[in-house]
């Protein structure tokens, strides 16, 4: 069965810090992979997204992610923290061979103290 | 993107009545994905909605409980029936970007507490 997982239920660091987020899946197939953010009371945003070709994509607000599939894992990472990237980040795994939903991961807060 | 419009926005709703919400789409789609997401939880898929045929239910999802409509492919309405506490949710409209494969866009939500 298809699954994501995120480890970390919370996440603090310091504004101006390196944040990473972990995500690892499990799915019978090419995976396509994405993060979403959710900020309270709002919908979900796409972050970036990543289908097939460079392993190392970029988003939207600065962040990166990088797929390993060795590792079956798809982190999200940003180099510097700004204060408004306080919200809920949610891993989220889709194939073709699924019929393209996706199964979201349980998501990560995260915290900013400045 | 798509832009997805989704109403209610929120409600306050007594046990045991039901709630329609609608889904309206900017454009054209083939397939609209129902979403749950309980609170402090992540998303769970309810049911796929295509036009012109029956929705797909998700294990742990039932039409008699959650019917669905597509009338045209603009537009979808979720029914959560006979409601109790725990159907307390956001419930998410989400569609595939114009190549109908990758990525979902989502609406705002419609926030339901159940009292």
């Known amino acids: 069965a298809q699954s994501v997982t995120q480890p970390d239920i919370h996440i603090t660091v310091s504004e101006g810090a390196s944040l990473e987020l972990r995500c690892n899946y499990s799915?019978?197939?090419?995976?396509?992979l994405f993060w979403y953010v959710q900020s309270p009371g709002q919908g979900l945003q796409l972050l970036l997204k990543?289908?097939?070709?460079?392993?190392l994509v970029q988003g939207i607000k600065g962040f990166e992610a990088e797929f390993k599939r060795s590792q079956s894992s798809f982190n999200l990472r940003k180099p510097s923290v700004h204060w408004s990237d306080a919200a809920e980040y949610f891993c989220?795994?889709?194939?073709?061979?699924?019929?393209?939903?996706?199964?979201f991961g349980a998501g990560t807060i995260l915290r900013v103290k400045s | 993107s798509a832009v997805i419009s989704q109403k209610p926005s929120r409600d306050i709703c007594q046990r045991g009545t039901s709630l329609t919400i609608q889904c309206q789409v900017d454009?054209?789609?083939?397939?609209m994905f129902w979403y749950r997401q309980q609170p402090g939880q992540s998303l769970t898929l309810i049911a796929t909605?295509?036009?012109?045929?029956?929705?797909?239910?998700e294990s742990g999802f039932v039409i008699d409980k959650f019917p669905i409509s597509r009338p045209n492919l603009t537009f979808s309405t979720l029914t959560v029936s006979n409601m109790s506490p725990e159907d307390s949710s956001i419930y998410l409209c989400?569609?595939?970007?114009?190549?109908?494969?990758?990525?979902?866009?989502f609406g705002e939500g419609s926030r339901l507490t159940v009292l």
């Open positions: 454009s054209q789609v083939t397939m």
């Open positions: 799915y019978g197939a090419t995976p396509y």
């Open positions: 989220a795994v889709g194939a073709r061979e699924y019929g393209n939903k996706l199964v």
């Open positions: 909605a295509n036009q012109g045929s029956e929705a797909t239910y």
């Open positions: 989400s569609v595939h970007n114009r190549t109908g494969a990758g990525e979902l866009f």
């Open positions: 990543y289908f097939s070709g460079d392993t």
